[in-house]
């Protein structure tokens, strides 16, 4: 697809030339023409020097085979930059020809590890899904309760002591800091004295 887009503007940029011209004839038209032209300045440089003013007379002749051989050159750069372009879109449509089955095959493939990419996911997620729900569900709190291990009383008694014991020592110690607290504080300062009305 690219390759015809390519190839459409590079027929539209070649210049205004007949359709089916032949280059060798061209390039031997343009051969002819130009020996023609050197002939003529050769038979103008001969008649100027029969004249009096030798110089102007060839400088003249130099300037028309100048011009004439300015547009043969055009004529031939215009030649060979349509045949560049001919040869490149030749080139870029056999590239494209030779490239389009390994295209269709590299994507035929890419889209069979797709496939096989989700078949896989799906696979596993399934695989996951079994074991999740093979997995016992959480007993309830009640059978948790019953599976404790059971505390004599004696046990109990003792483990009431020890939490009634450490209340009472983190109450005395939230007491302690709060005196400290109070301690540190400081009475706040006189106010300034107000300032003097000024004596003029």
Same mark, same amino acid.
């Given at each position: 697809?690219?390759?015809?887009?390519?190839?459409?503007?590079?027929?539209?940029?070649?210049?205004?030339?007949?359709?089916?011209?032949?280059?060798?004839?061209?390039?031997? &038209?343009? $051969?002819?023409? !130009?020996? /023609?032209?050197?002939?003529?300045?050769?038979? *103008?440089?001969?008649?100027?020097? %029969?004249?009096?003013?030798?110089?102007?007379?060839?400088?003249?002749?130099?300037?028309?085979?100048?011009?004439?051989?300015?547009?043969?050159?055009?004529?031939?750069?215009?030649?060979?930059?349509?045949?560049?372009?001919?040869?490149?879109?030749?080139?870029?449509?056999?590239?494209?020809? &030779?490239? $389009?089955?390994? !295209?269709? /095959?590299?994507?035929?493939?890419?889209?069979? *590890?797709?496939?096989?990419?989700? %078949?896989?996911?799906?696979?596993?997620?399934?695989?996951?899904?079994a074991v999740r729900s093979a997995k016992p569900a959480k007993p309830p709190a009640s059978q948790v309760q019953a599976k404790a291990p059971a505390v004599s009383p004696a046990q109990a008694a003792a483990n009431r002591r020890n939490h009634e014991q450490r209340m009472k020592e983190a109450e005395e110690h939230r007491a302690k800091a709060a005196k400290r607290a109070a301690e540190r504080k400081k009475k706040p300062?006189?106010?300034?004295?107000?300032?003097?009305?000024?004596?003029?």
């Amino acid at each position: 697809m690219k390759a015809c887009a390519a190839i459409a503007l590079l027929l539209a940029a070649l210049p205004a030339w007949p359709q089916g011209i032949d280059a060798a004839a061209e390039r031997s &038209r343009i $051969a002819a023409e !130009r020996r /023609q032209v050197d002939a003529r300045f050769e038979e *103008e440089e001969k008649a100027c020097r %029969a004249r009096f003013a030798v110089n102007d007379c060839t400088a003249e002749a130099r300037a028309r085979q100048r011009q004439a051989l300015g547009e043969l050159r055009r004529q031939e750069v215009t030649l060979n930059e349509m045949e560049r372009k001919r040869k490149a879109a030749q080139k870029v449509r056999e590239l494209d020809e &030779r490239q $389009a089955p390994p !295209r269709q /095959q590299d994507a035929q493939v890419q889209q069979r *590890e797709r496939e096989s990419r989700a %078949a896989d996911k799906s696979a596993k997620r399934q695989q996951e899904e079994a074991v999740r729900s093979a997995k016992p569900a959480k007993p309830p709190a009640s059978q948790v309760q019953a599976k404790a291990p059971a505390v004599s009383p004696a046990q109990a008694a003792a483990n009431r002591r020890n939490h009634e014991q450490r209340m009472k020592e983190a109450e005395e110690h939230r007491a302690k800091a709060a005196k400290r607290a109070a301690e540190r504080k400081k009475k706040p300062a006189a106010p300034l004295p107000p300032p003097e009305p000024d004596r003029k």
